[in-house]
């Protein structure tokens, strides 16, 4: 894998890892900040759902971060793409089903990444 695609998968493992860590352990402190549209009496009730939906950004951030340490390129290549593409999947939900705003942040950089690996 070129470096280039090395850190953008890298940069969608640490975006993914922050997620996990927001949703798990900052639901009530940072969620209200960042979701400001979302009632402040809901984020102690949601606590629970956030941190499970965190476990699984948790996952996406652990297979990618895992397809840099396989040695053998085109399992490593695979293993990256069909996160990345798990990643694109989970971000067009959010965009439906919360904020268009989650597409950008989070399907386009795995978008990028995807079409990078493709070309190369």
Same mark, same amino acid.
């Given at each position: 894998?070129?470096?280039?695609?090395?850190?953008?998968?890298? $940069?969608?493992?640490?975006?993914?890892?922050?997620?996990?860590?927001?949703?798990? $352990? %900052?639901?009530?402190?940072?969620?209200?900040?960042?979701?400001? !549209?979302?009632?402040?009496?809901?984020?102690?009730?949601?606590? @629970?759902?956030? /941190? !499970? +939906?965190?476990?699984? !950004?948790?996952?996406? /951030? %652990?297979?990618?971060?895992?397809?840099?340490?396989?040695?053998?390129?085109?399992?490593?290549?695979?293993?990256?793409?069909?996160?990345?593409?798990?990643?694109?999947? /989970?971000?067009?939900?959010? /965009?439906?089903?919360? @904020?268009?705003?989650?597409?950008?942040? +989070?399907?386009?950089? %795995?978008?990028?990444?995807?079409?990078?690996?493709?070309?190369?």
């Amino acid at each position: 894998m070129s470096i280039v695609i090395s850190i953008l998968i890298g $940069f969608v493992a640490l975006l993914h890892g922050y997620f996990m860590w927001f949703e798990m $352990f %900052a639901w009530t402190t940072v969620g209200k900040k960042t979701f400001k !549209n979302f009632p402040a009496e809901h984020f102690e009730k949601t606590k @629970s759902l956030a /941190a !499970n +939906q965190g476990l699984y !950004n948790g996952f996406l /951030a %652990a297979g990618l971060i895992w397809s840099l340490l396989i040695s053998d390129g085109m399992w490593s290549t695979n293993i990256a793409l069909f996160i990345l593409g798990c990643v694109v999947v /989970a971000g067009m939900y959010g /965009a439906y089903s919360v @904020s268009k705003r989650i597409f950008y942040i +989070q399907a386009v950089p %795995a978008i990028i990444t995807i079409i990078l690996i493709l070309l190369k």
